[in-house]
């Protein structure tokens, strides 16, 4: 129904418009009696052989929604009903910000893909915290935190560290956006150096906590065989308690889209389809040559549950979907999860 009706009217508009457009509806849905509970009856699994436990925490099943979908924590609570194991928000950063100019998102529809150029757009993070609590404990909740645009590079440390301190009441574990290609000074945030630096400063901030909070770290797709190894060294020397593989991408390789079209889009991460297998080697890159020795979240490019699998299969402990999400609907969720049982 979702793919032969819903998205054919949804693709008929701006992607961003609808974006919203179509968390209002969510939001108005789940508010109708008995609706959030045919939501659950419809997508929703609970079977004891889905939970994942991973840095201390028990997750209900395998399955997240990536960063970016609800940068502002406003739907996660409705966004429960559909089956999700977790949901990561953000990118939060401290003070609210308007991204990048619009136009910023464009479907590939033949590719399957999307790319934007969204500019961590958020609302800020006291607006985030107060969304965190209206937290009905449904579900694990991720914090992804980065830094505003118009930030200094000597203070990029304390926008990351402004917003671990701030929400950490309110997450369960936390994820360092340093690999978004659509922020400036992205050389910086992948400098090996600057990467310890940013890790330990967090860590130190965790330790003073009651509670410490499991922090990983979000890397692209398009680092080679020895940027990954390095990566493989700043966990081991950092002790971060995983990887998130992987972010969008910046090449534009192999798509069935026009190139006249492309160059109208510009710049821009890739998600989706296309990045399916560049996903897919850096998790088992990472598990192979360091012998498995960190928990990796799989996102890139899951539209059903054969690339699920594939992920999980080359290492992935969890996997994460959001363009996938948008293409196939809710339904990949439950379909995922039946795949996993069996």
């Known amino acids: 129904m979702y793919k032969l009706f819903i ?74 009903n559909f089956g999700f194991g977790f949901i ?49 404990g449904k579900l694990i909740i991720g914090g992804n935190i980065g830094k505003n645009t118009q930030t200094s590079p000597q203070n990029y440390t304390n926008d990351y560290e402004e917003c671990f301190k701030g929400l950490h009441p309110y997450v369960d574990y936390f994820v360092l956006n340093v690999s978004c290609p659509n922020v400036g000074s992205h050389e910086k945030l992948n400098d090996k150096e600057y990467l310890q630096e940013l890790i330990s400063s967090i860590q130190n901030l965790n330790m003073l906590e009651p509670t410490q909070k499991p922090i ?14 390095e990566i493989i060294e700043i966990v081991a020397e950092t002790k971060i308690d995983g990887i998130i593989a992987s972010n969008t991408s910046t090449s534009r390789s ?30 088992k890159y990472l598990k192979d040559t360091s012998n498995k020795a960190f928990p990796i979240i799989g996102v890139g490019g899951i539209h059903s549950a054969k690339d699920a699998l ?29 795949a996993l049982l069996k």
């Not at 849905?29 to 889905?50: G, H, N, Q, T």
């Not at 998102?105 to 969204?118: C, H, P, S, T, V």
């Not at 990983?216 to 190894?229: C, G």
């Not at 992920?311 to 379909?335: N, R, S, W």
């Open 7 to 80: 998205r054919r009217f949804l693709f008929l508009f701006d992607p961003e418009k609808i974006h919203y457009v179509t968390f209002s509806l969510i939001r108005f849905f789940c508010k109708v009696p008995f609706f959030s509970a045919i939501f659950r009856a419809m997508y929703l699994i609970e079977d004891k052989r889905l939970e994942r436990n991973l840095f201390g925490i028990t997750f209900k099943n395998p399955v997240g929604l990536a960063a970016g979908f609800d940068k502002n924590a406003v739907l996660y609570n409705e966004l429960a």
């Open 88 to 136: 990561e928000i953000g990118t939060v950063t401290p003070i609210g910000q308007e991204g990048n100019p619009k136009k910023r998102l464009f479907r590939l529809k033949d590719d399957q893909g999307i790319i934007n150029r969204m500019g961590f757009n958020n609302d800020g993070l006291e607006t985030a915290i107060e969304q965190l609590k209206k937290n009905k």
């Open 216 to 229: 990983l770290l979000k890397i692209a797709p398009d680092l080679n065989n020895n940027q990954l190894d």
């Open 254 to 283: 192999g798509l069935k889209a026009s190139k006249k079209y492309l160059q109208e889009i510009g710049n821009g991460g890739l998600s989706g389809l296309p990045i399916k297998e560049k996903s897919t080697r850096v998790i």
């Open 310 to 338: 594939e992920k999980i299969e080359a290492g992935a402990d969890l996997v994460q979907i959001y363009t996938g999400f948008i293409y196939e609907g809710p339904a990949l969720i439950k379909q995922i999860n039946k």
